[in-house]
């Protein structure tokens, strides 16, 4: 274990004091210290002329796939690539198996976290029992247990009455419902987006539609209950519109958005297969909802410029090799994104669309605030345990899918360069992930992680 790393001129974005400045930030014994110690012998040095040092990033939405699909990820792995994408606390979503429904459940997959988890794991509870729509769970035992909001996400709460109730005992419970915002009916049997690529493809879509009727009534719902609607993963300009318009009426509605909705588009599913070059649908690029075209990608990556959508969140789904082989229909939906994550946001910044502050504030304190967590999580107070990402955002990367800790290997972005990359990640003092990227800048030692 390191007692002593010192980083030398790193840029140290500070979201939650709103600082930005160039400075040394030293971590001994865990611990962010604002003073470095004089003349002490054993520390290491890192060179961070060009790093970014940052509070760890805080994913709202991920699956870990325990209990009940541990072929596809478990606690241990999916927070090994949490750590490795810079996220120091993730959010798991409930469609579990069995789900968490109960919180019999909850507690029980919190008992696995204690033992395996390498980074901070908070659950959400499901919105009703089994995920199916009809009854409303238990959601204040759910709460006692520890879950820190509810969704069914993966389905959508069809029956406004059911969602009308829950919205209002989530607003007693003051926590948020994350609403998987797809009217069902409109998707029903849809690959990907309902446009020009679609129809050329000759799959099924899933219209935009889809999503803004939901959005527009759960926003209707939220104005009813007075409780906090987050739309998770949107993917529509029209929909982005209407969140704002929600916030400036002064309603509790707030939004997410994925690395892969921001930059990827519904052109990223066609693949040439075959000797005649014929135009296919790539599963890897299935995802609910789907990537949408590019003026709604762009509008996406404006969204959370501007402040509309307040979070990045991963949505990362991992799958194993043949959930996403077969046909577009049979294939599974999702994509493995942690360890991509920083690599795709940053794109919108190199292009100057949305500037490292903004992207590192929604990185962080934008899940922080949708949770409520305390300042002190998205931000270096002095003598406390650190929470910190290092990255370089200038770094070129090929990903290699076959590399990732995730045990999913699901990604359309196999093989494409990425500028940017998390070189290390500390969350309550300990160093959970270290890149050999940062080796050439460590001199006195090496920093591990434990
Ligand atoms: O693409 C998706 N995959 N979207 C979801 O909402 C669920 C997720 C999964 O669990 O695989």
């Given at each position: 274990?390191?007692?002593?790393?010192?980083?030398?001129?790193?840029?140290?974005?500070?979201?939650?004091?709103?600082?930005?400045?160039?400075?040394?930030?030293?971590?001994?014994?865990?611990?962010?210290?604002?003073?470095?110690?004089d003349?002490?012998?054993?520390c290491?040095?890192?060179?961070?002329?060009?790093?970014?040092?940052?509070?760890?990033?805080?994913?709202?939405?991920?699956?870990?796939?325990?209990?009940?699909?541990?072929?596809?990820?478990?606690?241990?792995?999916?927070t090994?690539?949490?750590?490795?994408?810079?996220?120091?606390?993730?959010?798991?979503?409930?469609?579990?198996?069995p789900?968490?429904?109960?919180?019999?459940?909850?507690r029980?997959?919190?008992?696995?976290?204690?033992?395996?988890?390498?980074?901070?794991?908070?659950?959400?509870?499901?919105?009703?029992?089994?995920?199916?729509?009809?009854?409303?769970?238990?959601?204040?035992?759910?709460?006692?247990?520890?879950?820190?909001?509810?969704?069914?996400?993966?389905?959508?709460?069809?029956?406004?009455?059911?969602?009308?109730?829950?919205?209002?005992?989530?607003?007693?419970?003051?926590?948020?419902?994350?609403?998987?915002?797809?009217?069902?009916?409109?998707?029903?049997?849809?690959?990907?987006?309902?446009?020009?690529?679609?129809?050329?493809?000759?799959?099924?879509?899933?219209?935009?539609?889809?999503?803004?009727?939901?959005?527009?009534?759960?926003?209707?719902?939220?104005?009813?209950?007075?409780?906090?609607?987050?739309?998770?993963?949107?993917?529509?300009?029209?929909?982005?519109?209407?969140?704002?318009?929600?916030?400036?009426?002064?309603?509790?509605?707030?939004?997410?958005?994925?690395?892969?909705?921001?930059?990827?588009?519904?052109?990223?599913?066609?693949?040439?297969?075959?000797?005649?070059?014929?135009?296919?649908?790539?599963?890897?690029?299935?995802?609910?909802?789907?990537?949408?075209?590019s003026?709604?990608?762009?509008?996406?990556?404006?969204?959370?410029?501007?402040g509309?959508?307040?979070?990045?969140?991963?949505?990362?789904?991992?799958h194993?090799?043949?959930?996403?082989?077969?046909?577009?229909?049979?294939?599974?939906?999702?994509?493995?994104g942690?360890?991509?994550?920083?690599?795709?946001?940053?794109?919108?910044?190199?292009?100057?669309?949305?500037?490292?502050?903004?992207?590192?504030?929604?990185?962080t304190?934008?899940?922080a605030?949708?949770?409520?967590?305390?300042?002190?999580?998205?931000?270096?107070?002095?003598?406390?345990?650190?929470?910190l990402?290092?990255?370089?955002?200038?770094?070129?990367?090929?990903?290699?899918?076959?590399?990732?800790?995730?045990?999913?290997?699901?990604?359309?972005?196999?093989?494409?360069?990425?500028?940017?990359?998390?070189?290390?990640?500390?969350?309550?003092?300990?160093?959970?992930?270290?890149?050999?990227?940062?080796?050439?800048?460590?001199?006195g030692?090496?920093?591990?992680?434990?």
């Amino acid at each position: 274990m390191n007692e002593c790393v010192i980083l030398h001129d790193v840029r140290v974005i500070d979201p939650g004091s709103g600082t930005d400045s160039v400075r040394d930030l030293c971590i001994l014994d865990g611990v962010l210290l604002n003073v470095l110690p004089d003349g002490r012998d054993g520390c290491v040095h890192v060179d961070g002329r060009g790093l970014v040092a940052s509070p760890s990033f805080i994913d709202l939405h991920c699956h870990l796939r325990q209990p009940g699909s541990e072929d596809k990820e478990t606690v241990r792995t999916g927070t090994m690539a949490a750590a490795a994408g810079g996220f120091g606390t993730v959010c798991c979503m409930p469609n579990t198996r069995p789900p968490m429904d109960t919180a019999a459940n909850v507690r029980a997959l919190l008992d696995i976290v204690r033992t395996d988890a390498v980074v901070e794991v908070l659950p959400f509870g499901t919105v009703t029992v089994g995920r199916l729509g009809r009854e409303v769970a238990d959601l204040e035992g759910l709460a006692v247990a520890g879950v820190v909001g509810f969704s069914d996400d993966g389905d959508y709460v069809l029956d406004s009455v059911v969602m009308r109730d829950a919205l209002e005992r989530a607003a007693e419970l003051q926590l948020p419902v994350i609403d998987h915002a797809q009217d069902g009916g409109l998707v029903m049997g849809g690959v990907m987006n309902e446009g020009e690529v679609s129809t050329l493809l000759g799959v099924p879509g899933m219209p935009p539609a889809a999503e803004e009727l939901a959005v527009c009534r759960d926003i209707a719902l939220a104005r009813t209950t007075g409780a906090h609607v987050h739309i998770a993963h949107i993917t529509t300009g029209r929909a982005v519109e209407m969140v704002r318009r929600a916030q400036d009426e002064g309603l509790k509605v707030t939004a997410e958005a994925t690395p892969h909705h921001m930059v990827l588009t519904d052109e990223c599913a066609i693949i040439v297969e075959g000797q005649n070059g014929e135009r296919g649908f790539n599963n890897q690029a299935k995802v609910n909802p789907p990537l949408r075209n590019s003026a709604d990608a762009m509008a996406v990556a404006r969204g959370l410029a501007d402040g509309v959508i307040s979070a990045i969140a991963t949505d990362h789904a991992p799958h194993t090799v043949g959930n996403k082989q077969g046909s577009p229909e049979s294939a599974a939906f999702g994509i493995s994104g942690f360890e991509t994550a920083l690599g795709l946001v940053l794109k919108r910044y190199h292009e100057g669309v949305v500037s490292l502050p903004r992207l590192v504030h929604a990185l962080t304190c934008g899940g922080a605030g949708i949770l409520r967590l305390p300042d002190s999580r998205v931000s270096f107070p002095d003598d406390s345990l650190v929470n910190l990402t290092l990255f370089d955002p200038d770094y070129e990367w090929t990903v290699d899918s076959a590399h990732f800790l995730s045990k999913g290997k699901n990604t359309p972005v196999d093989g494409w360069t990425l500028r940017g990359k998390v070189l290390a990640t500390f969350i309550a003092g300990k160093c959970v992930h270290v890149d050999e990227a940062l080796r050439s800048r460590c001199t006195g030692g090496d920093i591990t992680s434990q």
